[in-house]
């Protein structure tokens, strides 16, 4: 069935180091793949998306292409802050049902 | 423009009380979704609705939970007889009618319940 796998956290790194999110996806169909971001006692804010093959999510310094072949979307960032601590979630829609289907999420902590 | 607001931001409920949730969506999107995200996990489709249907249910548990979202008023998941393992942070989205290839959902900031 339709599932994503995502890398297990929690993921500690210094300020300025290089971040990196796996995340893989089984779908039917050519689904739309997003990460959603999860900042301490708030909702999910949508981080940056890609609707179709090779297409390239970006945004507040954050990239993820969408790749059909190894059908995944790993998150990248050449340099994260403090304030990019965080709950990360990647997440798919498949066109076919309304609802997105998430990843178990991924906590990400910055030091300073 | 308001986002999608939800009340309580925290329920307490004794096992066996009743639980409701509310969830306003942003203006203009007519689409409503429910979410449950327990501790230490992702979160979980339960329900979809537009204004007086319910279109998806298949994640919802069979008993004790129920939403709605009609004509005039907020949306609202009920749980009945609550248990301790109905615990868990309620995430409402919502998303603007006619978006059925796009996905992007904007979600509220979440309704905790702790059931004692």
């Known amino acids: 069935g339709n599932s994503v796998t995502q890398m297990e956290g929690p993921v500690t790194l210094s300020e300025e180091a290089f971040l990196t999110i796996n995340c893989t996806y089984t779908?039917?169909?050519?689904?739309?793949l997003f990460w959603y971001v999860q900042y301490p006692g708030e909702g999910l804010q949508l981080l940056l998306k890609?609707?179709?093959?090779?297409d390239k999510g970006s945004n507040k310094g954050f990239e993820a292409t969408y790749r059909k072949e190894t059908t995944s979307f790993h998150l990248e960032k050449g340099s994260v802050q403090v304030s990019d601590s965080a709950v990360y979630f990647c997440a798919f829609h498949s066109g076919s049902a309304r609802q997105l289907t998430f990843g178990s999420g991924t906590q990400l902590t910055v030091l300073p | 423009n308001a986002g999608v607001m939800q009340n309580p931001r925290h329920l307490v409920r004794r096992r066996g009380q009743e639980a409701r949730l509310r969830c306003s969506p942003m203006?203009?999107?007519?689409?409503v979704y429910w979410y449950r995200q327990l501790p230490e996990e992702g979160l979980k489709f339960m329900v979809y609705l537009q204004k007086e249907n319910i279109i998806d249910e298949s994640g919802m548990p069979k008993e004790r939970f129920s939403a709605e979202f009609p004509k005039e008023g907020p949306s609202i998941l009920r749980i009945q007889q609550v248990v301790r393992g109905d615990s868990a942070a309620y995430f409402c989205?919502?998303?603007?009618?006619?978006?059925?290839?796009?996905?992007?959902?904007?979600f509220g900031e979440g309704s905790r319940l702790t059931v004692l």
């Open positions: 203006k203009g999107h007519s689409h």
């Open positions: 989205a919502s998303s603007p009618p006619g978006t059925g290839g796009d996905g992007e959902l904007f």
């Open positions: 779908a039917t169909g050519y689904p739309s």
């Open positions: 890609a609707t179709k093959a090779d």
